[in-house]
């Protein structure tokens, strides 16, 4: 007598077929659930805008209208910040909406983004089509052979019958391309920096971590960017990087450096060094401020001979009586291994998820987002991460948490006794970090970014 043959639960109990067939409606409600709460933290963002803007008589910049620092003025207030960063890391997440395998097709493909943004910038489009605007004339490059078609988009129409008056010519671009981010906001420099030797050395960050001599190494002479192309020439590069410096300052909030650190509390006469400190800028917006202070500015020569006022050479050897260093954007450039004494002002990165040892570090525990954005807002705030790769592909050098901060300053000698967010702006927030130290009772000012904001 042969034994009935009984088929496996999964395929033939009905209570278990059930039982899956309600927890996939069960994940399918949560994600429509989710959907819905993402949507809710958009809508409430904008209406938090709105009240901003009518309580201060803001007028909020348009999408089709050109880039100045007083048209961004409304965006700079930390509750539009707050509010906008909410807005764009929901938005984000809501494209997942989106099959998964276009998503990752879409990621992939972005690199195509930086190549057309680098070619418009190299080829002066934008200053040609103000040019033929200015004439009168309304022509646009088609994507077919070099051959003009007539009408832009109409979307282009405001950019180009925009204020642009005073910028240089097409004619003036060509005549000297060293002297062509000379007297600009430096914002296209910030941008032909990044797509230039960031982007490329991003594309040969994958051989370099794959080569057995470079993938331990820490020197700054060792790195994607010199794997991707030894240059003999970099002057053109030089006096674009100096211009994107003053670009990156133009997108921050202004004079953000006031903030945060006691200056009136420093004595009258006291000696500031400002470590790194380029051609001055920091230095100057403190020295008009607080002119009781004396500042010293420690950089290259080759860096500080392009200060527009030349600053008189000071004696290295007469340095007695430094009250603080001050030490903006500099760390990230060394990697730990370097070992180097330099007390630095960056930007701070935080993890994706909790990182409990931050809770005990002075004033670094971070406000924690509306569920269900991810806990570092994920690529609404993606800027910071993104340039701890720059800095990987150009240095060797890389961003960090507050706890990696805290722990380099201790190898160094110094101990972080203050961390205060004076500002959010792109993603992370704008952050002074002091640091007591043997260093004849000298303290250390560093003015960073955390990459978590203000999300409250």
Known sequence: MSLPVSNPPYLSSQSTTS??????????QDAITELKALANIVQSSIE????????????????????????????????????????????????????APITLLDITMQFHVP???????????????????????????????????????PRYESYLQGGVAGRKSVEELLASPESNHIGTLGITSLIGHVLDEGFKSSSYLTETLLDPELEHAYESNKTAFNKARNLPDNKL????????????????????????????????????????GGVGAQSLTLAKRHPQLRFVVQDRESVVGDAIDQPARHDDNNSEGVTAFLVSRVLHDWADEAKTQLLIVEQVMSFACDEPATHETLGAELPVPPQPLLRNMGRAASVVYAIDLLMMGLFNGQERT?????????????????????????????????????????????????SAPNVE
């Open 115 to 153: 190549t057309a943004l680098r070619t418009a910038i190299s080829t002066h489009v934008a200053e040609i089509l103000r040019d033929l605007a200015l004439r009168g004339k309304r022509c646009w490059k088609s994507l077919s052979p070099p051959k003009f078609s007539c009408s832009p988009p």
């Open 402 to 450: 507050i706890t990696h901060l805290r722990d380099l300053l201790n190898q160094a000698g110094w101990k972080l006794t203050a961390d205060q967010s004076i500002s959010a702006v792109s993603g992370y927030s704008n952050h002074m970090i002091e640091a007591d130290g043997d260093c004849s009772g000298a303290s250390v000012v560093l003015q960073g970014r955390l």
């Open 48 to 99: 938090q805008i709105e009240e901003v803007v009518t309580a201060n008589s803001f007028i909020f910049p348009s999408p089709d209208s050109t880039f100045s620092p007083e048209s961004e003025a409304p965006r700079m207030h930390p509750a539009i910040q707050s509010a906008g960063l909410r807005i764009r890391s929901a938005a984000e997440q809501l494209t997942l909406v989106r099959p």
């Open 237 to 276: 590069r030089f006096a674009r990087f100096g211009a994107a410096m003053n670009g990156l300052e133009n997108a921050s909030p202004t004079n953000s450096i006031l903030e945060g650190y006691d200056w009136e509390g420093v004595p009258e006469g006291s000696l500031v060094v400002d470590i790194g």
């Open 19 to 28: 039982t899956i067939q309600n927890a996939a409606g069960k994940v399918a």
